[in-house]
């Protein structure tokens, strides 16, 4: 399986297991030890370079063997490896939906934290109802402009490997939003805690670097500065919303965050079944992704 290296390749779950039987904080560093291995294993287990190595394990383990088949039969050539492919489409609509499964685990968070208070009033109505925004705007963008439920990623411009990568940095990061929009239902009447804002900023800001990591690097130089229009503006204000919107009420922070995951809507919709033709569009957009199908 040359897509799919974390397959092949255990050495990332060792630290999981070890860490069973450890308490805190030795556990996080074994957690952390173990996400590391399996970073460093999707980039650098290429298909030419696991191919390679299973023609050498294959080459030693017939040094000193007789060749299979009768004994006066004719010598037998080296076996012949074959190699599995993934799925694109088939991969492409498993991590679409694993990213459905986490925003609505940010649903549960919103619901969770609401059914807590005893009075339903107009900062909770604010809140909740900038907080399920955000999370249809992130999955529009995700699963309606994007592909593999990356913002903005052509389909085949990635190799899989590299796919799974950023979807699961992409999907660590709406994790750590969902956390965050659950402790804002709870602060409704008062600032979010410091921690729990810088995290909520950096979620958003963290899940708009994954799109511009995953358009940018594979987009014609002409499209280059229309994706950067796209992207940096709600890259940077969603960074300087954290040290500078600390004494905001929770419900003006989400929805100025609504409104940037609204602009990369609004700036490059995209048309469905289409691919992207690379041109400026109306209004200073192009049109670069298609529905997924």
């Known amino acids: ?3 799919w290296p974390l397959g092949q390749f255990g050495s990332g779950a060792v630290p999981w297991l070890v860490s069973l039987f450890v308490d805190a904080p030795l556990r996080y560093w074994l957690w952390a030890l173990g996400i590391a291995l399996d970073i460093v294993t999707l980039l650098v287990s290429t298909r030419d370079r696991t191919l390679r190595r299973a023609h050498e394990r294959a080459a030693r383990r017939r040094d000193g063997r007789p060749p299979p088949g009768p004994a006066h039969g004719p010598a037998a050539g ?3 490896l074959s ?10 609509e498993r991590l679409g939906l694993y990213v459905i499964i986490v925003l609505g685990e940010g649903v549960i968070q919103i619901i969770g934290a609401a059914s807590e208070r005893d009075d339903w009033d107009g900062p909770l109505a604010a809140t909740g109802l900038g907080a399920f925004g955000l999370l249809a705007g992130i999955c529009t963008l995700s699963l309606l402009y994007g592909t593999n439920g990356i913002p903005h990623l052509r389909k085949g411009t990635l190799a899989p490997r590299l796919a799974m990568l950023l979807h699961a940095v992409m999907t660590g990061f709406l994790v750590a939003l969902a956390t965050a929009l659950g402790s804002a239902i709870t602060h409704v009447d008062d600032v979010l805690p410091r921690g729990q804002h810088w995290l909520l900023c950096g979620a958003v800001a963290g899940y708009f670097a994954a799109g511009l990591v995953a358009a940018l690097p594979l987009a014609d ?17 969603s960074v300087t919303l954290a040290p500078l919107g600390e004494r905001l009420p929770a419900w003006a922070t989400i929805w ?17 079944g289409k691919p992207p033709s690379g041109r400026r569009g109306w209004g200073g957009r192009i049109r670069r992704t298609a529905r997924i199908v």
């Open 83 to 92: 190699e599995s492919r993934i799925d694109a489409a088939h991969m492409g």
């Open 1 to 3: 399986m040359v897509d």
């Open 256 to 272: 100025i965050l609504v409104a940037l995951v609204c602009w990369q809507i609004l700036y490059d919709p995209g048309r469905a």
């Open 78 to 80: 080296p076996p012949r």
């Open 221 to 237: 130089r002409s499209d280059r500065v229309w994706l950067l229009g796209w992207a940096l503006p709600c890259l940077a204000v």
